[in-house]
Structure formats: C-alpha cells, structure tokens
C-alpha cells in the first residue's frame, strides 16, 4: 500500500499541471482580459483607474471625469506599457506560465488585481461560509440517503420503494438553483411567507447575541441554502446505496448467513453493509469537492453568501486571474487528495482490496 500512495501522490504533480495548463490556454484565449478591462475603465470612467494604473498621480487632468480627460483622447504608449507591466502581461505566455507554477509551488499565489489582498488571504477569509454549507449539506445528505437507500433496497418494489422513487426523480430534476429561487419565492418574503433570512450567514446583531442566540441565528441562515443543496445531492447517494445492497444482497454469502439463521438486521448490518458501503465511500470525494467548490456556487450567489463560490463567480467575471488559478490550484489539489484518501479508505473498510497488485496486472 505504501508503494501505491508514493506512486499517487507522485501523479499529482503532473494532474495538477495539466489541468493548469489546459485551464491556462482556455483563460488566455478567452477575450477582455483585466488590461483590456482597466483601458475600458478608463477611457470610460477616467479618474479612480487611471489613479490606480499611475500609482495615484492622476495630474489633475480627470479630476472632474469629464470627456476631455487624457483617458477619453487615448492612451499613451508607455501607460500601456506600465499596466501591462503592473499585471504581468509583458512576459511572454510560456513565461508567465511557468512563473505561475514556480510561484505556486511554494504556495505563493500572489495578490488580487482589484481586492488589493493576497489570494491566500481571500480564500481562508471565504473558506469559512463555503465549509460551512457544504459541511453541513455533507452531513444531512448522507445521513438522509443511506438509511433511505437500504430501506428502499429492503423493500425492492414496495408501495414504499415506488413512491420514494418517484419523489427522488422529481427533486434530482430540478437543478439546486431553481430550487433555491422556489424556496425564496415561498419562505424569504418573495411572495408569500418571511420566516428566513435572504443574504448572509449571520444576523447584523451577531456579536451581541448569547452563545445559544448566535447557534439559532446560524443555523437559522443556513435553512435555505443547505435545503437547497441537499435537495439536489441526496438523489443519486440514495439510488446508489440501494443498487449497492441490492447487488449484495442477492450474493451467496448472503443467502448462507440466512441459512445459518441470523436475524435479518445481523445479515443486513453485520455482513452486507461494510461490502455494500464501498462504493458510497468512494463518492465521498465527488460529493465533497462538488458541495463544498462547485455545487454551492450558485447557492452562493443566490442567497449572498461570501464563501468560495461568489469569489470565484466574481474572479471569472472580472477576469481576476490570480483569484482564478490560485482557487482552481487549491481545489484541484484537494479533490486529488480526497481521491487518495478515499482509495485509503477502500483498503481501511474491505483489507481483501490490493490496489498495489491491480496495477501490476
């Protein structure tokens, strides 16, 4: 097992710079980069950009932002120059490219170009509200879809299994951010009831409330969101664990532990579960890195949560590069390692699995 986790974690550096690579060329390609956006600033808007591209220094010449500012007549080939410069563009692509990944290395991921904070900074200051919903949408998820699964596979083809059935297909079709619209519409004073918040995590008041106030008004922010979430992730962890006991449950070794004349909870918990809840434990990762990074982006935005997902929808549509590839780096870094873990995990749960002799087949 040793050698097969050196050799996993030995491929991650190349995943890690292909997936760089191929993001960095589409990002590259993509057209209104940050230098086409701060000249559009401004020859638009003149003062507060051109402040910032010449270091504060405006000459009194956009102090009123009118049309005959310098910005609105064109600008001179050495401020161009300059704000190539303060953004890195006057490097070759190649170069930047593998600065970025020197740089990256060493975890250094350099600062914003329009929050004027580092990266690093952003991502642990957001990382609080994204772990928090995707924690806890985690947590509700499983401990709604596992119980629900076997009771489903139990009772294969039951009043019970056709019905749940068919509420599972209607949540899993509508996508977690129409979902999150309904539950406005009818709970955060859209149109019918206000009995939850609409932004935030915390109530404005938040420092001055007692400890059990402050849990209430936590939890009573993140209703909403976490519904929406689990919504749209208990589907298919529920089909999943019932097609899993189902497959074990018609086994041989299922039919002798029945012969034998255990109990069926002995049969169903004591054999069948361990084997059955491998491959729910194997898309642990994907449940993860989806709620916590990808799934909750459009929650986020919805309800106004400043986690990961509203900065990296805002880095995309300001073109902020480093806010970009510094979270894509760490979140690929994350879903590789919770790949690993969960192949631990494999071995930890069921010892018969050698992934050491599969790869040398």
Do not use: C
Request: aromatic letters at 12%; proline letters at 4%.
């Amino acid at each position: 097992m040793g050698i097969y986790i050196l050799r996993r974690l030995a491929l991650i550096i190349p995943t890690l710079v292909g997936i760089m690579l191929l993001n960095f060329i589409i990002v590259q390609a993509a057209p209104g980069g940050p230098v086409e956006q701060l000249i559009a600033e401004m020859e638009g808007h003149g003062g507060s950009a051109l402040a910032r591209a010449s270091g504060g220094d405006t000459g009194g010449e956009v102090a009123s932002g009118s049309g005959d500012s310098r910005g609105s007549r064109g600008l001179p080939p050495e401020m161009l120059e300059d704000i190539e410069e303060m953004y890195g563009f006057d490097m070759p692509a190649h170069e930047r490219f593998l600065k970025m990944l020197g740089d990256y290395a060493t975890f250094d991921f350099g600062d914003s170009f329009f929050r004027d904070r580092s990266v690093v900074e952003l991502i642990i200051d957001k990382m609080p509200v994204s772990i928090s919903l995707g924690l806890w949408s985690t947590l509700i998820i499983y401990l709604i879809s596992i119980p629900l699964g076997v009771r489903k596979a139990v009772t294969d083809g039951s009043r019970f299994d056709v019905w749940t059935s068919s509420a599972i297909v209607v949540g899993y079709a509508i996508p977690g951010f129409l979902f999150a619209i309904l539950l406005i519409v009818l709970f955060a004073g859209g149109s019918y009831f206000d009995w939850f918040p609409l932004r935030g995590l915390t109530s404005p008041d938040f420092e001055q409330m007692t400890w059990y106030q402050k849990a209430g008004d936590y939890f009573w922010h993140l209703a909403l969101p976490v519904t929406a979430n689990v919504i749209g992730g208990f589907a298919t962890l529920t089909l999943l664990t019932k097609n899993s006991f189902l497959d074990e449950i018609s086994k041989q070794y299922v039919v002798t532990a029945r012969a034998k004349g255990l109990e069926e909870k002995q049969v169903l918990y004591g054999h069948v579960f361990r084997n059955a809840m491998l491959i729910v434990i194997a898309s642990l990762p994907g449940v993860l890195v989806s709620l916590f990074f990808t799934g909750s982006l459009l929650i986020e935005v919805i309800f106004s949560l400043d986690g990961l997902g509203l900065l990296g929808f805002e880095a995309a549509l300001n073109r902020d590069y480093p806010v970009i590839f510094g979270t894509l780096y760490i979140f690929t870094l994350m879903g590789l390692i919770l790949k690993l873990i969960s192949d631990i995990t494999y071995v930890l749960v069921d010892p018969r699995i050698d992934f050491e002799s599969r790869e040398g087949a």
